[in-house]
Structures are given as C-alpha cells and as structure tokens.
C-alpha cells in the first residue's frame, strides 16, 4: 500500500492561495450576508442645514446644486462619510466595502448632482452632516474619500481651518487623492498625459453655455476606463454574483450617461478653484486636522495621475505637516494585474487590508497611540 501523502493537497492550497488569496471565500461569506441582510439605504433629510441654507440664501447657487446624501444604519458607534470620485457615485464605488463600513456604524454616501456643482454647496453640506453627528448623536465621523472626492475633503479642511474651526472627526481616508487642476494636466506640457486628462481638457477650454463635444468625448473616455476593469469577468466573478455585476454596471453607465456638459464642467470648476497642498504649506494653514489620516496610492497612479502631481508629491514627502496623525501606503499586488488609481471594486481586496487595519485601530485608539 502505497504510503500517504498529502503533497498534492498542499500543492493545491498553495497554488490556490497564490492565485486567489482567499477571494472566493470572502466573496462567499459577503454575498450570504447581502442575502441575509440586503441593503437598506435611504435619502438622508438633514435635520441641521444652517451652513447650506446660508450659501442658497447668497442666491448664486440653487437646489439642483445639492449633494444627494444617502444613509444606511450599520452596528457600530463611528459613521462613515463618503465622497466619490468624478463618477462613478459613491455609492457605486464603496459597492464592495459597505459591509465593512456598516460593522462600524452608520454609513453616509454624498452622490453628487448630475446637473450642476457647486464647492460652497457641497463643504456646506459637510459642515451640516458633521454638525449633526455630533450635536444629536455624539458621534465623530470616519470620512472616506476617493479621487476628486480627496480634494472636496481637504478643501473642506483647509476653510475649516482658515475659519478657526476644528471639525469632530474620528478620522479621514483619502484614496489615489485628486486635490487640483494639476494633479491631472500639467500646466507646462503641451498636451495631457493621461487618459483622464484627456477627458477633462475641453472643460477647461471651452466657454460654450452647452457643448456636446466634450461630454461625449467625456462619456465615452470614463466607460473605457470602467470597461477596462470589466473586461476581466473571470476575476470580477470571483468578487461579485452575475446580478451584482449587472446591476454595478447598469448604474455605473446610467450616472455616466446622466451627468450634463453643465454638471461636468462645474465639477471641474470646482476642481480648478482648488489650491495645490504646495500653496498652503505654511504653519498659519495647518495642520489640517489633528485626526488619524490614512493615504492610499495606488501602485499605478501615472495612468490617471499627472506624473508632476503636486498632490502626490507633498503626501509622500511631507504628509505629517497635513496630518500629524497620518501614514501614507502605497497598494500593490504581488501577483496579477497592478493596482490601478481609486479601483476600490477591481482591487477591493488589494486595499481592504489598509482600510481594516485603519478602522481596527480607530476602534482600539492605537492610532492616536502610534502617532
């Protein structure tokens, strides 16, 4: 009798972690519990609008203008606010994150309009929903930003701080940040160097009321970029079911096709009157916040991040001067595909290590501890 072993077992475990790491199982164990408990997420009526209602009151800004926010109760004490990116929402962007933001509290997602934009608006809205955490439920918000949403939050930041005040914050999360203009499209060079420069050059250029030129160059630049993702079905079935991926795609392509030239163009607007970090580099301006901070760079940045990003240079150089309590990590995957700028769905278990360990560690106070 031939003696056992158990050799070709073990080969398969090692290859199967090597390739998957674990994936399918956790994929598994989260669609079980999406089942269980699907989501709940409602339109989230502020009870505290002092701050917006004064910057409608200016009467330069309308309604339209207003960040769409929506609220999902989770278990714990420490709520998450999310600001997406460009497109697509930040609901669709946290899509594979949302159970773990729910274990530690209430979930908060800022959908941005697709008719118009306005900065003054949306850092009112910001100051309102903090305002109300803590005013009627003692708590200090997480608040997670991806991409364009980075700069929101340190546009926020950095008026906070010029007006003397200091928001509550449990801490912030900025992911593949995107803090101004040239951060994208260098302001020497002839001509973008990236793909999503490419897409947001004409809104720059153009002073047309209304022009369909750059909003379908736009439209179809962005569903590249997801498509480029998408087309990898064999890996994206290990992370979501056949009627996740349908309904990801079907929104992700609806909020492209929904935004209008106007919407867009505001939103770089918003992104242009956006100071470089290098320009408020100065002890009067900071530091941002005192609270823990964790920023994320992807390992493949230059396909979307101008590679002179003053933004990215001043983060991993000299984020302490921004956020005393901050650490800057950078994602990569040691095997498969590079990690690619803000893919928080392609990538989401390249980056769900950092973010857990993050909120772990909010939990047990050793971040403020560590710094």
């Known amino acids: ?54 910057v409608l009151a200016r009467g330069d800004t309308g309604p339209h203008q207003l960040a769409t926010v929506l609220r999902e109760s989770g278990r714990g004490s420490v709520p998450t606010i999310v600001l997406g990116g460009f497109v697509p929402d930040s609901t669709e962007q946290v899509f594979l ?56 939050l340190l546009e926020w930041l950095g008026r906070a701080r010029r007006a003397g005040r200091n928001p509550a914050l449990a801490g912030v999360v900025l992911v593949s940040p995107v803090a101004c203009a040239a951060d994208l499209i260098s302001p020497t060079a002839a001509k973008p160097a990236t793909l999503l420069g490419r897409a947001l ?46 309904h990801l795609h079907a929104t992700v392509m609806a909020t492209i096709r929904g935004i209008t030239f106007t919407g867009a163009r505001e939103r770089v607007r918003a992104l242009q009157d956006m100071a470089a970090p290098p320009d408020y580099f100065s002890p009067a301006l900071l530091p941002l916040s005192e609270a823990p901070a964790l920023i994320l760079f992807a390992e493949k940045e230059d396909a979307v991040l101008d590679p002179a990003s ?34 928080l769905i392609f990538h989401v278990f390249d980056f769900l290590p950092a973010i857990s360990t993050f909120y772990q560690r909010l939990k047990t106070g050793k971040l403020k501890a560590a710094a």
């Open 97 to 152: 994150l949302r159970r773990h933001f729910l274990r530690t509290g209430d979930l908060y997602c800022l959908n941005y309009p697709r008719h118009g934009f306005s900065l003054d608006l949306l850092c009112a809205q910001l100051d309102d929903l903090v305002a109300e955490l803590a005013a009627r439920h003692h708590q200090a918000p997480v608040i997670f930003s991806v991409s364009f949403g980075s700069g929101l």
């Open 310 to 343: 003053p933004t990215r240079f001043t983060f991993e150089s000299a984020h302490r001067a921004y956020f005393p309590a901050g650490r800057v990590q950078r994602i990569a995957q040691p095997f498969g595909p590079p990690v690619q700028h803000a893919s």
């Open 1 to 54: 009798m031939p003696a056992l072993s158990f050799a070709p077992a073990l080969s398969f475990l090692a290859a199967f972690h090597r390739v998957s790491s674990g994936r399918p199982l956790r994929t598994f164990l989260r669609t079980t519990e999406e089942k269980l408990h699907p989501s709940h997420a409602r339109p989230h009526l502020p009870v505290v609008r002092t701050a917006q209602e004064l």
């Open 201 to 246: 050059k004409p809104y720059f250029d153009s002073t047309a009321a209304d022009d369909t030129g750059p909003i379908e160059k736009s439209r179809t630049i962005f569903t590249r970029m997801f498509e480029a993702g998408a087309q990898n079905k064999a890996a994206l079935h290990t992370l979501m079911t056949p009627d996740e991926l349908r």
